[in-house]
């Protein structure tokens, strides 16, 4: 049988129960949830801002565009260089999995800084200046967005493939607040070209 004491005990959970729950929304502004996985993200996008339509068959001399992006999901602000650069089929990519960044020379260089939550996105203009001798193509220059660089990459020419092949790519680099100085943030992205032609 119940006692008025059970009743009471029952009333006071209930009640206590409804007062959570009615101040549950308020409590939310001031409790945060464990934060979810922070990253940043690093993109390309082809001439029409869309992952499509990316140059491929490049003559010497003609410009090219494509659009690169920075995203900001850390939860907090951060300061990022994105850093361009060749490589022929031979030379080996950045690993991602280790957060080693490629040895290559860095060609073009990008600094933004990003509030949490921030995406940049701007234009990478580029051309190629290109000779061959015999079965070998060699980029000894470029220009990104005006700017000219000395490269000085060669590539033999792929009889299966048929062309001479380099990959454009970028890496993402964040600074490091205790070092004061910028680390690979195991990040890049790029995108094959065939250079076959003189223009």
């Not at 800084?113 to 470029?142: K, R, T």
């Amino acid at each position: 049988m119940w006692s008025l004491n059970n009743w009471k005990t029952v009333f006071a959970a209930v009640g206590l129960i409804g007062v959570l729950v009615f101040c549950l929304p308020s409590v939310s502004l001031f409790v945060r949830d464990p934060a979810g996985e922070r990253f940043s993200e690093l993109y390309v996008l082809g001439p029409t801002h869309m992952a499509e339509g990316y140059p491929f068959n490049v003559s010497d001399g003609s410009n090219y565009l494509v659009y690169l992006g920075v995203g900001n999901h850390l939860g907090n602000s951060a300061f990022y260089e994105v850093q361009v650069k060749l490589r022929n089929s031979e030379d080996p990519l950045p690993n991602s999995t280790s957060a080693v960044a490629s040895s290559l020379p860095v060609l073009y260089t990008y600094r933004v800084f990003l509030g949490d939550g921030q995406v940049w996105e701007d234009g990478l203009s580029f051309s190629l200046h290109v000779g061959f001798l015999g079965n070998m193509s060699g980029v000894v220059g470029a220009t990104f967005n005006g700017v000219s660089v000395d490269v000085g990459k060669f590539a033999a020419w792929d009889s299966v493939n048929n062309g001479y092949f380099y990959e454009l790519f970028m890496e993402l680099w964040l600074m490091n607040t205790t070092y004061n100085a910028f680390s690979f943030d195991s990040r890049f992205v790029g995108f094959w070209l065939n250079v076959t032609a003189v223009s």
